[in-house]
């Protein structure tokens, strides 16, 4: 499973746009990316998911470059309840597999 | 319900006791998951379920933590001898698997274990 890595914390003020990348050197040629989002007291939820290029929907964006080495989850103009905890995650869906969180980038928006 | 539910949402005990929580999945979902989650930390994963697979138990910290299967249902962790460091939120996951498995996980809201 390829390995994660993402910043351990982001800071950003209400009604800016927040960029959360997260590296996957070492990702599959049949591996997805998976992003959650994780509130206080509760278990992370699905947000989005791509395989390459651009992915959007109605919470985020999600662009992965060409060589697929990295991604960047796009969450526009954020409010304070965007607060969460980002969890990035890669793995192949052609089959089952266990998936492995990292430690996830802990966003905290401003007023 | 139609989503993952875990019981009980709160559990206090003793050092040296053993505690069973339990995990519904979805109706369907083939997968099964258990992660931990200390305080402030991210995701450890336990123990993942497929079908009936063996179960990938490579994530377990300790041959005290266990977990069963029955089928594609319930799923219970037991944890024997708890010691402090065992305090933490234990989340319960299910998903599709296998051939129809679209990587998404859908969790439950966790059991809180206090170990005093």
């Known amino acids: 499973l390829a390995k994660t890595t993402q910043p351990i914390s982001m800071d950003s003020y209400e009604g800016q746009e927040v960029n959360i990348t997260c590296s996957h050197n070492?990702?599959?040629?049949?591996?997805?990316i998976t992003w959650y989002q994780q509130f206080p007291s509760q278990g992370p939820r699905f947000i989005i998911q791509?395989?390459?290029t651009k992915v959007t929907n109605e919470v985020a964006s999600l662009f992965i470059p060409a060589d697929r080495k990295s991604s960047t989850l796009s969450l526009p103009r954020v409010s304070l309840s965007d607060t969460a905890v980002y969890y990035c995650?890669?793995?192949?869906?052609?089959?089952?597999?266990?998936?492995?969180f990292g430690s996830g980038t802990r966003l905290l928006v401003r007023p | 319900g139609a989503g993952v539910s875990q019981s009980p949402s709160n559990k206090v005990t003793e050092k040296g006791k053993d505690v069973e929580l339990r995990c519904d999945p979805i109706?369907?979902?083939?997968?099964l998951y258990w992660y931990r989650q200390r305080l402030g930390q991210g995701l450890e994963f336990l123990i993942y379920?497929?079908?009936?697979?063996?179960?990938?138990k490579s994530g377990l910290p300790s041959d005290r933590f266990s977990a069963e299967r029955t089928g594609e249902s319930v799923s219970t962790l037991t944890i024997q001898r708890t010691q402090q460091e065992d305090s933490a939120v234990y989340l319960c996951?299910?998903?599709?698997?296998?051939?129809?498995?679209?990587?998404?996980?859908?969790f439950g809201e966790g059991s809180r274990l206090t170990v005093l």
């Open positions: 996951a299910s998903s599709l698997g296998g051939r129809s498995n679209t990587g998404e996980l859908f």
């Open positions: 070492n990702i599959a040629t049949n591996d997805y």
């Open positions: 791509g395989y390459k």
């Open positions: 995650l890669v793995g192949p869906m052609d089959s089952s597999y266990k998936l492995i």
């Open positions: 109706s369907g979902h083939t997968a």
């Open positions: 379920f497929q079908g009936n697979s063996a179960p990938d």
